[in-house]
């Protein structure tokens, strides 16, 4: 598949909708119709950038016991979804840095010590080129209202017996749910995880 440029279609508030226009392997023309925080990609190097331009925090309690997600109503759905919390990297803002205001502004819990962090992954590969970075953390405190007025969340403290539960009836992200399936019933061993080591690869890097 070659690349062969790029147009925006509408530009909105918080995103804005591409057509990219490739060539096949057969010599036929495809349009691929995508949505993008970047107001103005014009490259194949910007389209395909993968630097961090959100944050997802993964809180686990002190003993590793108790995940802790948010209950959100999800507008572009309609419903509420079990979600880690997460939001925009501000400029100037590492990662982690960001991790911590979100997890604060949020959820009112306090960041303990970062776990690891992963390399960027893209967000849903076929509809947008969004990227985060996943920031896996001992968290600790009392849960407090989200301080925001746009948006509508429900911090929650969760055990296995709960999420064992929630895999079974609730909406989630798919995220969120791959992990909890993992923490329930496979071994993360994340203790092993604990770093003094440098953050994985330059791809989560901004």
Same mark, same amino acid.
């Given at each position: 598949?070659?690349?062969?440029?790029?147009?925006?279609?509408?530009?909105?508030?918080?995103?804005?909708?591409?057509?990219?226009?490739?060539?096949?392997?057969?010599?036929?023309? =495809?349009?691929?119709?995508?949505?993008?925080?970047?107001?103005?990609?014009?490259?194949?190097?910007?389209?395909?950038?993968?630097?961090?331009?959100?944050?997802?925090?993964?809180?686990?309690?002190?003993?590793?016991?108790?995940?802790?997600?948010?209950?959100?109503?999800?507008?572009?759905?309609?419903?509420?979804?079990?979600?880690?919390?997460?939001?925009?990297?501000?400029?100037?803002?590492?990662?982690?840095?960001?991790?911590?205001?979100?997890?604060?502004?949020?959820?009112?819990?306090?960041?303990?010590?970062?776990?690891?962090?992963?390399?960027?992954?893209?967000?849903?590969?076929?509809?947008?080129?969004?990227?985060?970075?996943?920031?896996?953390?001992?968290?600790?405190?009392?849960?407090?209202?989200?301080?925001?007025?746009?948006?509508?969340?429900?911090?929650?403290?969760?055990?296995?017996?709960?999420? =064992?539960?929630?895999?079974?009836?609730?909406?989630?992200?798919?995220?969120?749910?791959?992990?909890?399936?993992?923490?329930?019933?496979?071994?993360?061993?994340?203790?092993?995880?604990?770093?003094?080591?440098?953050?994985?690869? =330059?791809?989560?890097?901004?």
């Amino acid at each position: 598949m070659q690349f062969k440029g790029i147009k925006q279609i509408e530009k909105g508030n918080f995103i804005n909708r591409y057509d990219i226009l490739y060539e096949s392997n057969d010599h036929k023309e =495809k349009t691929y119709e995508i949505v993008s925080r970047n107001p103005n990609i014009t490259s194949l190097e910007e389209l395909s950038d993968w630097s961090s331009k959100t944050v997802c925090i993964i809180g686990l309690s002190r003993n590793h016991n108790r995940i802790l997600l948010n209950k959100e109503y999800q507008m572009a759905v309609g419903d509420w979804v079990y979600n880690f919390p997460s939001g925009l990297i501000d400029e100037g803002e590492t990662p982690t840095e960001a991790a911590k205001r979100e997890l604060m502004e949020e959820t009112g819990l306090r960041f303990v010590k970062r776990i690891v962090r992963l390399k960027s992954s893209f967000n849903s590969v076929g509809l947008s080129n969004e990227s985060t970075s996943c920031v896996i953390a001992i968290v600790d405190g009392d849960i407090q209202e989200s301080n925001s007025s746009f948006e509508e969340i429900e911090a929650v403290w969760l055990s296995k017996n709960d999420v =064992k539960e929630l895999l079974k009836t609730s909406k989630m992200s798919a995220r969120a749910q791959l992990f909890c399936f993992l923490w329930v019933y496979g071994d993360l061993c994340l203790d092993r995880f604990y770093e003094d080591q440098e953050d994985f690869g =330059k791809g989560n890097l901004r």
